[in-house]
């Protein structure tokens, strides 16, 4: 079973639309969680922490859920320069360290 | 803002040649990683590093792969024989502290390794 799962869409939507990213986990140890974004052939950028209570960073919203080990992402009002791979990231200790274990990603392509 | 660079951003080899991938961590940052993304792929973890030393390794990073700090800013990825399979884009990051801690892991822009 893969450590971190994901629809990897295409998710096309128009502008000023809301779109929402889920994400599995298969380690229920698993510690810190994460919201990565990776433009095309670019490296992946830090887009937010995820935290238990849920956070918010402008438009963009995260959600934890440990028991049903699910992992959300939601962008309200999706602008051009949202478009961009997202990818969802969980920090697990295996073998006696910690590793980040990425999903696909679930591509997002916002239309004017 | 401090960066990771990567050094060459595009390399195509035989199969067979040896690579060497270079990479500039953040000047004060000691925890230094190689990771790896196939094209459409997921990224994977190949190796950490610290302290001069390999801390933790992947099951990719096999005999082939091997990695050093030349000196006090470099930090180097080798494949020794490359393969066709090796093929992809190439990750360097640094941390300041361990994964373990509430600590941002920086990427640099990657090095895209095209064997041929």
């Known amino acids: 079973r893969k450590e971190v799962e994901q629809d990897p869409g295409p998710f096309n939507v128009p502008e000023g639309a809301t779109v929402a990213f889920n994400c599995t986990y298969s380690n229920s140890a698993s510690q810190s969680f994460f919201w990565y974004r990776q433009d095309c052939r670019k490296e992946p950028k830090l887009l937010m922490s995820v935290y238990s209570s849920g956070n918010e960073d402008g438009r963009f919203t995260a959600q934890l859920n440990r028991a049903s080990q699910y992992i959300s992402l939601l962008i309200r009002d999706s602008k051009l320069s949202d478009s961009a791979t997202y990818l969802c990231?969980?920090?697990?200790?295996?073998?006696?360290?910690?590793?980040?274990?990425f999903g696909t990603g679930t591509r997002l392509t916002v239309i004017p | 803002e401090p960066e990771v660079t990567q050094t060459p951003s595009h390399q195509v080899t035989q199969m067979g040649q040896e690579v060497i991938l270079r990479c500039v961590p953040i000047?004060?940052?000691?925890?230094f990683y190689w990771y790896r993304q196939i094209l459409g792929q997921k990224v994977e973890f190949l190796v950490s590093f610290y302290n001069n030393e390999i801390s933790e390794k992947s099951e990719i990073f096999d005999d082939q792969f091997s990695v050093e700090r030349p000196d006090g800013s470099n930090f180097t990825l080798k494949i020794r024989s490359t393969k066709l399979e090796d093929s992809a884009m190439y990750f360097c990051?640094?941390?300041?502290?361990?994964?373990?801690?509430?600590?941002?892991?920086?990427f640099g822009e990657g090095s895209w390794l095209t064997v041929v």
């Open positions: 000047s004060n940052h000691l925890y």
């Open positions: 990231v969980v920090k697990t200790r295996v073998g006696g360290a910690n590793n980040l274990f």
């Open positions: 990051a640094s941390s300041a502290a361990p994964l373990g801690s509430g600590n941002t892991i920086y």
